[in-house]
């Protein structure tokens, strides 16, 4: 096990969460824009007008801002906190995906270079060439979506991986192919509103209202279809997972999905009034209003997959805590649960002093706060305010003793969405030692 990241009044998988949800905003925008670039730009030379392509020129440098400055940043900011929050399980993906997320660098590096090929090169190379360039930067960007989003499928529904290990076998797995199709479609429709974003400020007012039509019903088609597509990744659900969503489990959950239709009928709607019917009303202010509920909804719906897929990281396979659940075979791999659950937990921080390896009445609080740190810091905030508070949490189930707390530690597997609590009994009561402290400390 590798040391835990702690977040103050957060947790380490929201931090991941919410820089995650920012990142679709410009990635997305980077695969669905050029589709509809190429079509304004095709549209500018077969009817022979050049003013169209004042657009072109404006929604391509947003898109190289945007995306490959706020983008790539935030890219890597889910990379550097993914790492630091759960390093086995970044691992476990590497481990199985690493030629998969290899070939997406590849397609990434051929975004970057056509992207300013693309931008630098218009009106200073021939039609033919400058629309293949474009054409070349939009089918590697859905590429490397295509590739992607094997991966993070996979995270919710490994298929037939957990029997075989094959690469393919969790790739194509069983809501691979309704997440691909709802993300293109989505992507159509965050490309739109930017696209209207980029319209309500073009000059040339007949260019500006017929951009805003086109980018109008291309955004509306976009949801449209992409929430057809939702609707089936809904259904193609594991069992467990529509029970937390649709059956009370978790009531947020439902509440998410609530808040992501609802933004996006608004997101909808703002498309047919003011991108079709009434393009002359669309405006900056009002474009910029509609793409912050945008955010909400995808803020929303990022988090209502991320939350249907608990207590894992890697359904059926490695728990949020990331301490693997399950055996194997295929790849050598057996579960750790019984066997720390024999020889302790604290057995496997190698970086642990001496001093704290074995518990004592000196050390217990110290070693209690380590073990729920691990097992416990990856979801719930350990200050008394914040999200997912656990002190707010604990006082609200009314547990208070060390033994009380250790009781409830041993009994967590019986909630469904949460990991069972790793370790010996020892462990266990120095854990809900450290956990009354907190109960106590914040009334």
Same mark, same amino acid.
Do not use: W
């Given at each position: 096990m590798y040391p835990i990241w702690v977040v103050p009044y957060l947790s380490s998988a929201l931090v991941i969460g919410l820089i995650a949800s920012f990142h679709i905003l410009p990635s997305h925008l980077a695969v669905g824009a050029f589709w509809f670039n190429v079509y304004i730009e095709r549209k500018a030379y077969r009817e022979g007008r050049p003013e169209l392509l004042s657009f072109i020129r404006r929604y391509t440098l947003l898109i190289l801002i945007f995306c490959f400055v706020f983008g790539s940043l935030s890219g890597v900011g889910i990379w550097y906190s993914a790492t630091v929050s759960s390093p086995r399980g970044i691992s476990a993906l590497i481990h199985n995906y690493v030629w998969g997320w290899a070939t997406e660098w590849v397609f990434f590096l051929i975004e970057v270079a056509t992207i300013y090929t693309y931008y630098y090169t218009l009106g200073k190379v021939d039609e033919r060439t400058h629309l293949r360039i474009g054409y070349l930067y939009a089918l590697s960007a859905w590429i490397s979506m295509i590739i992607i989003t094997g991966i993070l499928a996979f995270m919710l529904t490994p298929g037939k991986w957990l029997e075989t290990g094959r690469f393919f076998d969790g790739f194509f797995n069983p809501t691979y192919w309704p997440q691909l199709g709802a993300r293109t479609f989505f992507m159509f429709g965050i490309a739109g509103l930017y696209a209207l974003l980029i319209a309500a400020t073009l000059k040339e007012r007949e260019v500006a209202r017929e951009v805003t039509r086109l980018a109008g019903a291309w955004g509306l088609f976009g949801l449209i279809l992409g929430a057809l597509f939702g609707y089936w990744w809904l259904k193609k659900l594991p069992p467990e997972a529509q029970d937390l969503l649709f059956g009370g489990t978790l009531p947020y959950l &439902?509440?998410?999905?609530?808040? @992501? @239709?609802i933004s996006g009928g608004i997101v909808g709607l703002y498309f047919l009034v003011f991108g079709i019917l009434f393009p002359r009303l669309n405006h900056v202010p009002l474009a910029l209003l509609t793409l912050i509920v945008l955010?909400?909804?995808?803020? &929303?719906? +990022?988090?209502? !997959?991320?939350?249907?897929? !608990?207590?894992?990281?890697?359904?059926?396979?490695?728990? &949020?805590?990331?301490?693997?659940?399950?055996?194997?075979?295929?790849?050598?791999? #057996?579960? +750790?649960?019984? #066997?720390?659950?024999?020889?302790?937990?604290l057995s496997r921080l190698g970086y642990l002093p001496p001093e704290l390896k074995t518990i004592t009445e000196k050390n217990r609080l &110290?070693?209690? !706060?380590?073990?729920?740190?691990?097992?416990?810091?990856?979801?719930?905030a350990l200050s008394p305010k914040g999200l997912r508070s656990l002190p707010r949490l604990l006082r609200g189930l009314g547990l208070k003793t060390p033994e009380d707390l250790a009781g409830f530690l041993e009994g967590l597997d019986g909630y469904p969405y949460m990991p069972p609590f790793v370790g010996t009994q020892e462990e266990r009561l120095a854990a809900g030692a450290y956990l009354s402290t907190l109960v106590k400390e914040n009334p």
């Open positions: &439902s509440t998410l999905l609530k808040v @992501a @239709a955010f909400l909804g995808i803020l &929303s719906g +990022e988090g209502l !997959r991320e939350g249907v897929r !608990r207590p894992y990281i890697i359904n059926g396979f490695m728990y &949020s805590h990331q301490v693997i659940g399950a055996d194997l075979p295929a790849k050598g791999i #057996v579960s +750790e649960v019984e #066997v720390l659950n024999e020889k302790g937990y &110290s070693v209690g !706060r380590i073990l729920v740190a691990h097992e416990c810091a990856n979801c719930h």
